[in-house]
C-alpha cells in the first residue's frame, strides 16, 4: 500500500437530483481522479428510497468504488434480484445472518463495513457486539494485515454514534462515518489520532427539500400524522456534501468536509 492516499466518503444520495449532483462532481469536473477510494451511501438513491439495479449500476459508472447502505436498502423490490451479485454494494451487517447481501466487503487496500444503530431505529442486532464479533472474525480470517478499516454507521442518536465511534476505534477501526439524518455535522475529529469521525457527512440532493424531500408532502405528514408518498425535491441549488479523508499508513492524518452547491447538472434521466 502506497503511504499516502486519500478516500471520499459521499453523503445520502436521495433521488435524481442526488445522482445528478453526484454525476456533476466525480464526473464532469473530474474530482473522481482526485481520490484513491470512493464510497457513497446509496440507499435513498432511487425516488428517495431504495435503489435499483440500474441506478446502482449508473453511480458505479461514476467511479464509486463502494455503496453503502441502511435502512431503507429493502424499499425498492428490485434490490432482491441484484444484491447477491454486487460486487460494489452493502447492506448493514447487522441485519441477520440469512438476509440476502453481505454487510462488509474487502477490497485490495480497504475493509469497508456497514452497520445500523439502535437507537429510534427499527430492531436490530447490537451493532457494538456485531463489529467486535466481526473484526475477531477478519482477524482470524488473517485479512486486516494493513487494510484500512471504514465503517458507515447509519444510525439516527448523536450520542450513540460518537460513542459507537470511540468504541470502533479501540477495536483498530480507521474511520467512522455517520450517516441516515442528511444533515451535515461539524464535529469531524480524529480520535485519538487513529480514528476519523464525524456524526453525519450529510447528503446530496435539493437543499430546498426537506432532508431531500418536497416540503409539502413532508409537512402534510408531519401535521396528520397519515403516512404519505414523498417525493424528492428538484428544485436549485442542489447540495453535494462529502467527507474527505487522507491517510498515512493506515493512520488518518486529515478530515475535511467537502460541501458545494450548484445551480445547474445535466439531468440524463426522465425518472428516478
Known sequence: MQDCFKILFIGDIVGRSGRAVVRK??????????????????????????????????????????????????????????????????????YHKSTKGVGYRVFEKYIVINLLGKTFMPPIDCPFGALEKLIDELEIKNVLNDRVIIVDFH????????????FAASLGVNAVIGTHTHVPTADEIILDNKCAYITDVGFCGSKNGVIGMEYDGSLKRLLTSINERFEVEMSYPYVFNALELEFNKKLPVSINRISFEYTQCEEKESED
Open 155 to 166: 444510525a439516527e442518536a448523536t450520542a450513540e454514534k460518537q460513542c459507537f465511534a470511540r
Open 25 to 94: 462532481f466525480l464526473v464532469d469536473e473530474n474530482n473522481k481522479e482526485k481520490y484513491n477510494f470512493i464510497i457513497a451511501n446509496a440507499e435513498n438513491a432511487s425516488h428517495g428510497f431504495g435503489l435499483t439495479k440500474k441506478n446502482h449500476d449508473d453511480l458505479v459508472a461514476c467511479g464509486i468504488n463502494c455503496l453503502t447502505s441502511g435502512n431503507h436498502i429493502w424499499d425498492k423490490k428490485d434490490i432482491l434480484n441484484y444484491i447477491d451479485e454486487s460486487d460494489f454494494l452493502i447492506r448493514p451487517y447487522n
